[in-house]
């Protein structure tokens, strides 16, 4: 009796089991529950188990992980649903396998019969394969020179990147003009020879040169593409430039040819054997051969045995040594006729500094050896009238004698003179050692850091090299500016200015600055003003900061810790004479000190305390002598007092003048009750002078209209020339104060059709030209053109003031009234707070995480004369203009206007500069020459550079703005 059917069973004969076997893929049968219910081993294998008998039974929705369950559950479910075969693919734990699901029905009941076949090592190679394409393809694309595939129909199959730049890009179908017209070329030669390839598969070589002078090395190599089909791979490289340096090689070479042969001196070339490699014509024909004949001969083999053994051997000791030879040799040459030369021989070197030859010269000097004896015969004459007075000569001795004590005491006086020479010298030496090493360790830096730059992988690392570059650069013009200095007081050359200035705004920003340095260790820097100390004085600030800055600076090299005391003061007794007073400055320390024996030469050109090679502070040692010399020139002098160990005190007095009324009026408003002078002048209505400011640039209109304003001005503003000649055509002014670069029309036409047209204003009317350029010439162009005077942007207002008072002096002024007119006009211009150079209230609201330099916030409000609020303003333009000029770029950009580019950069490039965002300008004034030439691509990434470096310095102006309003209010 036969069992019950199991709904399970599944029935094979032995044969169809053999095939299952033997089939050379993964092969099983499943009911709908997933269950195995025949198998071979591969199957069994792919789930993970030993052999098919471990997988009959079992279902398969258990041996398969959760994350490929549910497709399998939907991949089996539709085989069942559908009577065609199904082909999916699939993992099966890890691996990939291209399954084909069949039905089968067996006694009424379904079943699906499933072949598998791992292809994941298929697929791998398949994603090599391509990997490599695409490798092979990014070479080809990267390649300097072009790369093109050519068939048998002078179809182009594939041209790599620099083949589209060169020829353009192939049709769609392939084709090309440079090779459809290559049958039509009277030149068989160029690419035509493409076509011979194709007929005879060789590789071939060639140069073409194109209708437009370009030079190029092809390469032609036959080859069979996927299809079968023949193809040429064509290689060419541009050869244009090698090619004319060959030929400007053969021309110079032809040059030195012609030189050699026309000096009539005997000249030689030999190689490291010692043979002849080149000679001129007038060796050629003292020996009686050619150059031709004469190449590969040693010396003997010219001139024999007798004489050319002599020569030979000297050019072996000169190969030998390596060392220049020169000795006066007697021969004869072909003729027969006996010679003198002076004969020079050098070694030649290569790369590695191996001798590889020699190069000789000889001069005919027969008639200067005629010459000698004649004088040795004369000289032997002169010996024996020399022996006659001999006798002469003693009897002179004894007078001699009684002057010896006078030559001695010569001789001692030129032997002191000789070792000051000699102490000079060395001081020297060392003093050229010591600037070679300053030089080079700032150099070194900048060198490595552009190096890095060019490798940075972020703007941040980029930006983080450009501020060594820029630290070291500064280093590196500090340590020029002082041995130009040097010079010039070696030259008596050095001019001093005596203008007003702030001393107070001097002493603290120079403390300030030095406070940045000493903050690298644990050194403090102390600054007390004697109330005695006038704030405003006449006298050169530039020169006295520099002598602050080289004693303060020296100071906190040699303090490894404690403090630097600056204390300024005027000087004791009487020193108040014709307009001039004397003002004693100090600089204390509690440093290394400064040995007694040391203390006297250290104000001494080229001196220091340590010469020796090892010095641990670095330094010139020109420091204290150019002060030493600057404070001689200023009318004073200086000392040191020091004990070594435990610090110095370096004192020095200078003469400077006293301000007038109308300069205290001008510079120092607050000082002695000239600003209630000032401001009576406004509350009266009274202006001082009509400004037109032309300008296309906001933050600069704000600027001058507020500095203008504050100083008693009527201040109109102008956008173009355009608008600037329009105003002038009915509206008087005393003073144009003109920008050069702008749109529409430039500031130098401006000017010039002022001068010349009819206005409101008079023909000579004072124009003050204000640009960002500053190079050599400008000047006298802008002057030229009909300007009166040149300012360089950013503008100092402090000198801007003073070239506005010098040409308005004497002039009749416009009618004007302050009141209703722009600048003057606005209350909170004319009442503004000046708050000093490094006050705590500005310090401590603005200085905390400020992205800017010190020194370029310095500098920015040196140049609005010290006035914070000034810059505040400034800065608020800044904030709300930069990101739309820096959008406007953009548009510029993208519309292809060039001209507008630049001058968008140029603007930018001040406006940054004006508030002291030196990174940002930077960045422009590298951008600004490169705006017409450069690619599209290039130029949005520096605008994109600008935008970014603006923007950090926009987002903490705007926070830093925000709070100092919620802290006023």
């Known amino acids: 009796m036969s069992s019950p059917k199991s709904s399970s069973a599944f029935s094979m004969d032995p044969h169809s089991q053999a095939l299952f076997d033997a089939a050379d893929e993964a092969v099983f049968v499943l009911d709908e529950a997933g269950v195995a219910l025949a198998s071979n081993d591969l199957a069994a294998h792919a789930f993970g188990l030993a052999s098919k008998d471990a997988l009959l039974g079992r279902s398969l929705f258990s041996l398969l992980p959760p994350d490929t369950l549910g497709e399998f559950r939907k991949e089996l479910s539709a085989a069942f649903s559908q009577d065609e ?21 067996e006694q009424d009941e379904k079943r699906v019969v499933v072949f598998s076949r791992d292809v994941t090592d298929e697929k791998r190679a398949d994603e090599h394969l391509r990997r490599e394409q695409q490798r092979q393809i990014f070479y080809m694309e990267s390649l300097p020179g072009f790369v093109a595939t050519v068939d048998q129909n002078l179809t182009i199959r594939y041209a790599n990147r620099a083949f589209r730049q ?85 021309q110079a070479q032809a040059h030195q040819r012609a030189i050699l042969d026309s000096v009539p001196s005997l000249v030689w070339l030999k190689d490291k054997d010692c043979r002849f490699r080149e000679v001129n014509s007038a060796y050629a024909a003292a020996c009686g051969r050619s150059s031709k004949e004469l190449e590969g001969l040693d010396e003997v083999e010219v001139w024999g045995a007798e004489q050319g053994a002599f020569f030979f051997e000297q050019d072996q000791e000169v190969i030998r040594s390596g060392k220049k030879r020169v000795e006066d040799v007697e021969f004869r040459d072909a003729s027969g006729a006996t010679r003198w030369v002076e004969s020079t021989r050098v070694p030649l070197f290569d790369g590695n500094g191996e001798v590889i030859g020699l190069a000789g010269i000889s001069h005919d000097i027969t008639s200067r050896k005629e010459v000698q004896d004649e004088l040795r015969y004369s000289n032997e ?27 001695k005491r010569t001789a001692d006086k030129l032997e002191r003179a000789r070792k000051r020479a000699e102490s000079l010298s060395r001081a020297k030496s060392d003093f050229l050692a010591n600037v070679s090493h300053e030089i080079r360790t700032p150099l070194n830096a900048i060198l490595g850091a552009a190096e890095l730059a060019e490798l940075a992988e972020s703007p941040e690392e980029s930006q983080r090299y450009l501020e060594i570059i820029r630290l070291s650069g500064k280093t590196l013009s500090n340590l020029v500016n002082d041995i ?38 644990t050194i403090g820097v102390r600054l007390e003003i004697n109330d005695n100390l006038p704030q405003w004085v006449k006298g ?31 000087a004791p007794g009487a020193n108040d004479v014709n307009g001039f007073q004397r003002l004693l400055f100090s600089v204390s320390d509690t440093g290394i000190g400064i040995p007694l024996d040391k203390q006297s030469v250290i104000f001494k050109d080229f001196e220091q305390a340590d010469t020796s090679i090892s010095r641990e502070y670095g330094g010139t040692g020109l420091g204290l002598a150019i002060s030493r010399k600057l404070v001689e020139t200023m009318g004073g002098n200086i000392a040191v ?164 008072e010098r040409y308005l002096s004497g002039r009749p002024r416009v009618a004007a009234q302050i009141r209703g007119a722009s600048g003057a006009g606005e209350e909170n211009d004319a009442a503004s707070v000046d708050m000093p150079l490094g006050s705590p209230a500005d310090q401590g609201a603005r200085a905390s995480n400020d992205p800017r330099h010190p020194d370029d916030v310095r500098r920015a409000l040196s140049l609005l004369g010290n006035r914070t609020d000034l ?49 940002t300008s930077e960045i422009a004034r590298s951008m600004e020459p490169l705006a017409m030439d450069a690619s599209e691509q290039e130029l949005f990434g520096m605008v994109d550079m600008i935008a970014e470096s603006s923007g950090r310095m926009v987002e903490w102006l705007g926070k830093s703005n925000d709070g100092n309003e919620k802290k006023s209010s």
């Open 85 to 105: 075969p199904l082909h999916v693919e699939g993992e099966i734990l890890g691996r990939t396998y291209r399954m084909a699901m069949t039905t089968v029905k």
């Open 166 to 250: 060169r020829f353009g890009k192939p049709a769609k179908d392939g084709t090309h003009a440079s090779f459809a017209e290559c049958e039509l070329n009277a030149d068989r030669g160029a690419l035509c020879r493409v076509s011979e390839i194709l007929k005879e598969p060789q590789q071939d070589t060639w140069e073409w040169e194109t209708p437009d002078g370009q030079t190029y090395q092809l390469f032609g190599h036959p080859m069979t593409d996927v299809d079968g089909s023949r193809v040429v791979m064509l290689l060419g490289f541009d050869i244009t430039h090698r090619r004319a340096a060959e030929r400007a090689l053969l």
């Open 381 to 407: 004459e002169l010996e024996q009238r020399v022996r006659l007075r001999t006798r002469e000569l003693e009897e002179s001795n004894e007078a001699l004698r009684r002057e010896s004590k006078e030559h």
């Open 484 to 521: 130009l200095d040097f010079s010039k007081m070696e030259a008596y050359r050095l001019r001093l200015e005596h203008v007003p200035f702030d001393l107070y705004a001097l002493l603290r920003g120079m403390r300030d600055s030095m406070a940045v340095v000493a903050q690298e260790g």
């Open 540 to 570: 050169d600030p530039v020169r006295l900061r520099q002598i602050l800055d080289n004693l303060v600076g020296n100071a906190i090299k040699f303090t490894r810790e404690g403090e630097v005391v600056i204390k300024a003061s005027s």
């Open 641 to 804: 007092v020091s004990e070594e160990g435990r610090g110095s005190t370096f004192s020095f007095t200078i003469q400077v003048g006293k301000l007038n009324a109308q300069e205290m009026q001008m510079f120092a408003p607050d000082v002695a009750g000239a600003d209630e002078a000032q401001r009576a002048l406004l509350a009266e209505g009274e202006s001082r002078g009509v400004i037109l400011v032309v300008d296309d640039n906001a933050m600069n209109q704000e600027l001058m209209r507020m500095a203008l304003g504050t100083k008693g001005y009527t201040v109109h503003n102008a956008y173009s020339g355009e608008d600037a000649l329009e105003f002038l055509s009915v509206q008087p002014v005393d003073l144009v104060l003109m920008d050069i670069q702008m749109p529409e029309m430039d500031g130098l036409t401006a000017v010039k059709k002022l001068r010349k047209q009819r206005l409101a204003v008079p023909s000579d009317v004072p124009v003050i030209a204000m640009t960002a350029h500053a190079l050599p010439g400008d000047r006298e162009r802008m002057i030229k053109a009909g300007c009166d005077d040149y300012l360089a942007k950013p503008v100092d207002m402090k000198e801007l003031f003073g070239i506005m």
């Open 871 to 919: 810059l505040h303003r400034l800065e608020e333009v800044y904030v709300r203009q930069g990101p739309k000029d820096v959008e406007a770029m953009r548009d510029a950009l993208r519309n292809g206007a060039r001209d507008d580019l630049k001058r968008l950069v140029h603007l930018f490039k001040s406006t940054a500069a004006t508030v002291g965002d030196r990174a």
